[in-house]
């Protein structure tokens, strides 16, 4: 049997100025042989995944759907890390195969030593090819760990142990050549993925102190949707109430949290600017979904015409 690979760029591939293809990251790879898998590879770009895109990224979970089809086992996806939590939801929304699609990649390059990419590729590849994570949707599997794409975070700048689940931890473990999984979360319809996202534009907004909502002047006009990240559970100064509120009136607008963790709350304050507040005024809420995953499933939801709240409710 096969397992396929795709090759996006990022620091798994970065060896100085020459960038590793999919064969070199797993040519005299230890641990290959026991996989019991052929690898199918696909260089598809070398790019930093600041550079990566929605419609670059859809086209690829589609070859890796045509090769499940076509009979691999699952399919691995290595990218930079700084976009790869986006990615990974983005992907798993739209993946109703029962086959694992795995993301990874490295925080430490090639060149330096104790890289991780080799050790993650063969975990993702471990985790790709095990009937235990069938029926898991898109997962992260980076140091060892199986995180699912709707919950995982990079939450470190430069820590090999970036990648983490601070709501539900991890689904569970690459121990020794074994794919050990401890939870599997009940999955979600997928959406439609033959969307145009590229028409779809949703701005995600941080509240920070002394915010005048100066920025939020004609959002209406440029953007189909906004994404709020509010203070703690959910809230915003007073004199930015009013503005949302008359802002949810034409556009859907998100509330969720800024903090990282946690999920924003609807009914423990009453202020003005209180998430009941927000929430009498129109906004959805965005429950235990970070800004960054929230705007995701706008811009799907946005892109696929389906009801943005009926969705949400499901994913909070
Ligand atoms: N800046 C890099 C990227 O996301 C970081 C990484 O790959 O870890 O492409």
């Given at each position: 049997?096969?397992?396929?690979?795709?090759?996006?760029?990022?620091?798994?591939?970065?060896?100085?100025?020459?960038?590793?293809?999919?064969?070199?990251?797993?040519t005299a790879m230890p641990g290959l042989t026991d996989l019991g898998h052929e690898v199918e590879i696909q260089d598809v770009e070398k790019i930093p995944s600041a550079n990566l895109t929605a419609a670059k990224l859809l086209e690829v979970v589609e070859a890796a759907a045509k090769a499940v089809a076509a009979g691999a086992a699952g399919a691995?996806?290595?990218?930079?890390?700084?976009?790869?939590?986006?990615?990974?939801?983005?992907?798993?929304?739209?993946?109703?195969?029962?086959?694992?699609?795995?993301?990874?990649?490295?925080?430490?390059?090639?060149?330096?030593?104790?890289?991780?990419?080799?050790?993650?590729?063969?975990?993702?590849?471990?985790?790709?090819?095990?009937?235990?994570?069938?029926?898991?949707?898109?997962?992260?599997?980076?140091?060892?760990?199986?995180?699912?794409?709707?919950?995982?975070?990079?939450?470190?700048?430069?820590?090999?142990?970036?990648?983490?689940?601070?709501?539900?931890?991890?689904?569970?473990?690459?121990?020794?050549?074994?794919?050990?999984?401890?939870?599997?979360?009940?999955?979600?319809?997928?959406?439609?993925?033959?969307?145009?996202?590229?028409?779809?534009?949703?701005?995600?907004?941080?509240?920070?102190?002394?915010?005048?909502?100066?920025?939020?002047?004609?959002?209406?006009?440029?953007?189909?949707?906004?994404?709020?990240?509010?203070?703690?559970?959910?809230?915003?100064?007073?004199?930015?109430?009013?503005?949302?509120?008359?802002?949810?009136?034409?556009?859907?607008?998100?509330?969720?949290?800024?903090?990282?963790?946690?999920?924003?709350?609807?009914?423990?304050?009453?202020?003005?600017?209180?998430?009941?507040?927000?929430?009498?005024?129109?906004?959805?809420?965005?429950?235990?979904?970070?800004?960054?995953?929230?705007?995701?499933?706008?811009?799907?939801?946005?892109?696929?015409?389906?009801?943005?709240?009926?969705?949400?409710?499901?994913?909070?």
């Open positions: 049997m096969t397992v396929a690979l795709f090759t996006l760029g990022g620091t798994i591939s970065m060896a100085g100025s020459h960038r590793l293809t999919g064969a070199d990251l797993t691995v996806i290595t990218q930079g890390t700084d976009t790869l939590e986006e990615s990974a939801f983005l992907a798993d929304l739209v993946w109703p195969h029962p086959q694992p699609l795995v993301f990874t990649g490295a925080m430490r390059n090639p060149t330096l030593a104790g890289p991780d990419g080799p050790a993650n590729l063969l975990a993702a590849l471990r985790v790709a090819c095990s009937p235990a994570a069938r029926d898991l949707g898109a997962l992260v599997v980076f140091t060892e760990e199986i995180h699912a794409a709707r919950w995982v975070r990079k939450t470190h700048s430069t820590s090999t142990a970036t990648f983490r689940s601070p709501n539900a931890g991890p689904l569970g473990h690459v121990v020794e050549d074994q794919v050990r999984v401890l939870t599997r979360p009940a999955r979600l319809e997928s959406i439609q993925a033959q969307a145009d996202l590229d028409s779809i534009r949703v701005a995600l907004y941080t509240v920070t102190m002394d915010d005048d909502a100066l920025l939020l002047q004609g959002l209406a006009d440029t953007h189909q949707g906004l994404v709020v990240a509010g203070y703690g559970v959910g809230h915003v100064p007073a004199a930015l109430a009013p503005v949302l509120g008359d802002l949810a009136t034409r556009i859907p607008v998100v509330l969720t949290s800024r903090t990282g963790a946690g999920s924003v709350v609807r009914n423990t304050y009453h202020s003005p600017g209180s998430e009941t507040d927000l929430l009498r005024r129109g906004l959805i809420d965005g429950g235990f979904l970070d800004p960054y995953k929230a705007r995701i499933l706008l811009r799907l939801l946005l892109a696929t015409n389906s009801g943005i709240a009926t969705v949400f409710e499901k994913y909070v």
